[in-house]
Nanobody, 127 residues
Framework: QVQLVESGGGSVQAGGSLRLSCVAS????????WAWFRQVPGKEREGVAG???????GYANSVKGRFTISRDNAKNTLFLEMNGLKPEDAAVYSC?????????????????????WGQGTQVTVSS
């Protein structure tokens, strides 16, 4: 069993930055897949960034060039560096992982692929 706990959310002004963390407890493999998602009430969950088993990273078009996903394997922690935040980035951000290997575009992976989810951390961006 893997537990994921996010932190780092908060309130910032447009143009500001935040760094989200997702600490994993329990066994995870270096070949596991990782991703960040976000959701606004009343809207579908959106994939934000993915880290594939081969180390490749993928981003939603809306965040490319502004967000960076990374992982510290020694600390079993996933990060999401968010710069140039916009009001439309406001959402609850959650991390997810799956023990299976994955390649290609993380946005093509169905929700059912992601085995473990965190509870989420709120990001608010004021204009």
């Amino acid at each position: 069993q893997v537990q994921l706990v996010e932190s780092g959310g908060g309130s910032v002004q447009a143009g500001g930055s935040l760094r989200l963390s997702c600490v994993a407890s329990g066994y995870t493999s270096r070949r596991s897949c990782w991703a960040w998602f976000r959701q606004v009430p009343g809207k579908e969950r959106e994939g934000v960034a993915g880290l594939m088993s081969d180390g490749n990273k993928g981003y939603a078009n809306s965040v490319k060039g502004r967000f960076t996903i990374s992982r510290d394997n020694a600390k079993n922690t996933l990060f999401l560096e968010m710069n140039g935040l916009k009001p439309e980035d406001a959402a609850v951000y959650s991390c997810a992982t799956a023990p299976q290997q994955c390649v290609g575009d993380f946005e093509n992976l169905p929700d059912i692929f992601w085995t473990y989810w965190g509870q989420g951390t709120q990001v608010t961006v004021s204009s």
